[in-house]
């Protein structure tokens, strides 16, 4: 069965880095683009970033960008979000998620599978 396994998460103090990397299995990873979401503690799903199957494009959340990096290695099955200039505000579980879909979507109910997740605490 397809499984995705994220990992990397931790308490780091702001301003800190982290690396967040999501193992995927059961599935043609190069046929899905994948994405990174986030839940904080009684808020939605809010997307956070997403990357084309061939890794040639990406897209961003305002809040995010310019600081998180998306990046994918179809050899190794494997997507990673590296997470720069942290924010206590960006405290929250961090899902990966897979999208067979040839349009890449923000939106959390066009991925088909999702990782259990991980979670990232980021102190002031």
């Known amino acids: 069965q397809v499984q995705l396994v994220e990992s990397g998460g931790g308490l780091v103090q702001a301003g800190g880095s982290l690396r967040l990397s999501c193992a995927a299995s059961?599935?043609?990873?190069?046929?899905?683009?994948m994405g990174w979401f986030r839940q904080a503690p009684g808020k939605e799903r809010e997307f956070v970033s997403v990357?084309?199957?061939?890794?040639?494009?990406?897209l961003y959340a305002d809040s995010v960008k310019g600081r998180f990096t998306i990046s994918r290695d179809n050899a190794k099955n494997t997507v990673y979000l590296q997470m720069n200039s942290l924010k206590p505000e960006d405290t929250a579980v961090y899902y990966c998620?897979?999208?067979?879909?040839?349009?890449?979507?923000?939106?959390?109910?066009?991925?088909?599978?999702w990782g259990q997740g991980t979670q990232v605490t980021v102190s002031s």
């Open positions: 059961g599935l043609t990873f190069s046929y899905y683009a």
């Open positions: 998620a897979a999208d067979s879909s040839v349009i890449v979507s923000t939106r959390a109910s066009a991925y088909e599978y």
């Open positions: 990357i084309t199957r061939s890794g040639g494009s990406t």
